[in-house]
Nanobody, 116 residues
Framework: QVQLAESGGGLVQAGGSLRLSCAASGSFFRINAMGWYRQAPGNTRELVAT?????NYADSVKGRFTISRDYTKNTIYLQMNSLKPEDTAIYYC????????????WGQGTQVTVSS
């Protein structure tokens, strides 16, 4: 099993910055991709950014958000700059890991609120 612990959410004014962290722990052989997804009220969960060697971003965050990964700590980060009110959502960490079988794991989520 894999546990994902997120941190770094909060309230920020438009134009501000936040940095999210997600650390993976537990019993697993290896982790392939990790990433961030978000879900705003009334919306479905959507991809924000993923990293598996290469990075992939949603068009809405390109140029503003940067995902990075520390492979030695099984941790990913999401640096969010130039935040907009429409970035307000619960941000979830995701990892695809092999703990006997490949499957997706999710964190509990961290709230990001951007005020106008």
């Amino acid at each position: 099993q894999v546990q994902l612990a997120e941190s770094g959410g909060g309230l920020v004014q438009a134009g501000g910055s936040l940095r999210l962290s997600c650390a993976a722990s537990g019993s697993f052989f290896r982790i392939n991709a990790m990433g961030w997804y978000r879900q705003a009220p009334g919306n479905t969960r959507e991809l924000v950014a993923t990293i598996a060697g290469r990075t992939n971003y949603a068009d809405s965050v390109k140029g503003r958000f940067t995902i990075s990964r520390d492979y030695t700590k099984n941790t990913i980060y999401l640096q969010m700059n130039s935040l907009k009110p429409e970035d307000t959502a619960i941000y979830y960490c995701n990892a695809r890991a092999d703990s006997g079988a490949w499957r997706d794991y999710w964190g509990q989520g961290t709230q990001v609120t951007v005020s106008s």
